[in-house]
C-alpha cells in the first residue's frame, strides 16, 4: 500500500442524500415516526471517487449538478474531501437527489431521482484526455449507460483499467461488458449479471458483515471475512469498497481485498454515505494483524 498513488477517474452520479432514520421501515401503506433527517452529500460516483481519494488515490470525478442550492454544496463536498472536481459541470435544472430509510438494524431503502445526473450524456475532450491519463477508471450505473459505454471504450483502447460497479442492475450491452477488467458486485447483481461475470478477467462479490470473495477468469478465488462492528447505518458501504479497492488495486487483490473490506467495515459505524468513509490513517490502524 506504499507504492506511488495511482490516478483514478470516477465516472458516475452525485446526489444530496435526504436521510431519514426510524425504528423500523414503513410497509406499503403505513406510516411511521422517524427518529431523526439530515442532508448528506452522497450518489455512487461522488462516494466512490472520496473513498479513493480518502485511501490515498489521486481521484478525479467526472459527473454533472444542477444549479440549485444542492449543486454548490456537493461540488463543495468532493473538493474538501480531496477530490478534483475540474470535470465536475455544472447544468440546468435541480441535483441527483436520493430518498434514503434507515431502520434500527441500519439497513436502508434507497429512491434516486436522477436529475443532473440524467443529463450527462457525453464526454468533452477534456473528459476523454483524462480517461486515457488515468491508471483506472471507475464507473456505475446511475447515469446514461451510454456514456459508461464510451467512457469504457476510451479507456480500454487506452490501456486504462476499466472497474465497473453495476449497480443499479439493468440489461447491460455486451459492448460494455468486453470492455471491463474488474467488476464489483454485490449478491444480488452477481446473480442478475452471472452469465456476463463468466467473462470477465476480475470479479469481487461483496457480501456484506460477512466479508467478500475476488475470483479471476481462470477459477482462482480469494476470500476475506468480514470485519466486526457496530453497525449504525450500511449506506455507502459498497461505494466505499469500490473505491478504497480501486484506490489500492496496484498492490494485487489479496491485499486490495483487504483494505476494501476493512474501509467498508468502518463505513457502517457512522451515518450517511460520503461522512462515513473513513481514510488511510483509519483504515490501515483498523486492518487486522493477520491481514
Known amino acids: 500500500m506504499d507504492r506511488v498513488a495511482p490516478t483514478v477517474v470516477v465516472l458516475g452520479s452525485v446526489n444530496m442524500d435526504l436521510v431519514t432514520t426510524t425504528d423500523r421501515r414503513p410497509a406499503p401503506g403505513e406510516t411511521v415516526l422517524g427518529t431523526g433527517f439530515a442532508t448528506v452529500p452522497g450518489g455512487k460516483g461522488a462516494n466512490q471517487a472520496i473513498a479513493a481519494a480518502r485511501s490515498g488515490a489521486r481521484a478525479r470525478f467526472i459527473g454533472a449538478v444542477g444549479e440549485d442550492a444542492f449543486g454548490a454544496t456537493l461540488r463543495g463536498g468532493l473538493g474538501e474531501a480531496g477530490v478534483d472536481t475540474a470535470l465536475l459541470?455544472?447544468?440546468?435544472?435541480?441535483?441527483?437527489?436520493?430518498?434514503?430509510?434507515?431502520?434500527?438494524?441500519?439497513?436502508n431503502s434507497i429512491i434516486v431521482v436522477a436529475?443532473?445526473?440524467?443529463?450527462?450524456?457525453?464526454?468533452?475532450?477534456?473528459?476523454?484526455?483524462?480517461?486515457?491519463?488515468?491508471?483506472?477508471?471507475?464507473?456505475?450505473l446511475e447515469i446514461p449507460v451510454a456514456t459508461v459505454v464510451a467512457a469504457a471504450r476510451h479507456a480500454r483502447a487506452a490501456g486504462t483499467v476499466v472497474v465497473l460497479n453495476p449497480s443499479p442492475v439493468r440489461p447491460l450491452p455486451a459492448e460494455l461488458w468486453a470492455r471491463v477488467d474488474v467488476a464489483v458486485v454485490n449478491a444480488l447483481e452477481a446473480e442478475y449479471y452471472a452469465?456476463?461475470?463468466?467473462?470477465?478477467?476480475?470479479?469481487?462479490?461483496?457480501?456484506?458483515?460477512?466479508?467478500?470473495?475476488?475470483?479471476?477468469?481462470?477459477?482462482?478465488e480469494i476470500a476475506v471475512a468480514g470485519?466486526?462492528?457496530?453497525?449504525?447505518?450500511?449506506?455507502?458501504?459498497?461505494?466505499?469498497?469500490?473505491?478504497?479497492?480501486?484506490?489500492?488495486?496496484?498492490?494485487?487483490?489479496?491485499a486490495a481485498m483487504t483494505w476494501a473490506n476493512t474501509a467498508a467495515a468502518l463505513a457502517t459505524t457512522r451515518l450517511g454515505a460520503s461522512s462515513s468513509i473513513p481514510d488511510r490513517a483509519q483504515i490501515a490502524a483498523a486492518i487486522p494483524e493477520d491481514g
Not at 207 to 217: D, F, L, M, N, P
Not at 230 to 236: A, E, K, L, N, R
Open 89 to 107: 459541470r455544472t447544468v440546468g435544472g435541480p441535483s441527483g437527489v436520493a430518498t434514503i430509510v434507515v431502520d434500527g438494524a441500519g439497513e
Open 227 to 254: 470485519h466486526p462492528v457496530d453497525v449504525v447505518d450500511t449506506t455507502g458501504a459498497g461505494d466505499t469498497f469500490a473505491g478504497a479497492l480501486v484506490a489500492t488495486w496496484h498492490g494485487g487483490p489479496a
Open 195 to 220: 452469465a456476463e461475470l463468466a467473462g470477465v478477467a476480475h470479479s469481487v462479490r461483496t457480501r456484506g458483515g460477512e466479508g467478500a470473495v475476488y475470483r479471476a477468469a481462470d477459477g482462482h
Open 115 to 140: 436529475g443532473a445526473n440524467g443529463r450527462l450524456t457525453e464526454l468533452s475532450p477534456a473528459d476523454l484526455a483524462a480517461i486515457a491519463a488515468a491508471d483506472v477508471l471507475l464507473c456505475q
